[in-house]
């Protein structure tokens, strides 16, 4: 039988710890942020829903433009009505030029008013425009 012997320990330079004060500055930034999670949580499950249904209610709202396009051009074809469609466009040129740049302004600032959590919200929006 083999004799063992006390094993000598070797002694290896142990990982120091890490500076406190990275620690402390971990905890400092938790004892912020957990507080406001549930928050912050809220506003983007808020903002992802609204940004949901404004995807789905455009969607419906062009679906039904696109059907009226179809029966007006359905109408003009079988010779019932006559569209102008250089009028049409000239009339509403201008007001799709306008909207287009001050509805996104409008529809975040209805949305986020008095809204605690608005950052939070808007970034759940925009998820929720995006969401397939």
């Not at 059907?67 to 009028?87: D, E, H, I, M, P």
């Amino acid at each position: 039988m083999c004799a063992v012997s006390p094993a000598t320990t070797l002694s290896a330079a142990a990982p120091s710890a890490a500076p406190s004060s990275a620690s402390s500055l971990a905890d400092s930034v938790s004892g912020a942020v957990l507080p406001l999670l549930p928050t912050l949580s809220l506003g983007a499950l808020l903002g992802f829903a609204a940004g949901y249904a404004v995807k789905a209610i455009g969607k419906v709202a062009l679906l039904i433009v696109g059907l009226l396009f179809v029966a007006v051009q359905l109408l003009s074809y079988f010779g019932l009505v006559t569209v102008n469609w250089l009028k049409l466009e000239a009339l509403s040129g201008p007001w799709l030029q306008d909207n287009s740049r001050s509805v996104w302004p409008w529809l975040s600032g209805v949305l986020t008013h008095d809204l605690p959590f608005g950052g939070a919200f808007v970034a759940g929006l925009l998820l929720g425009l995006r969401r397939r």
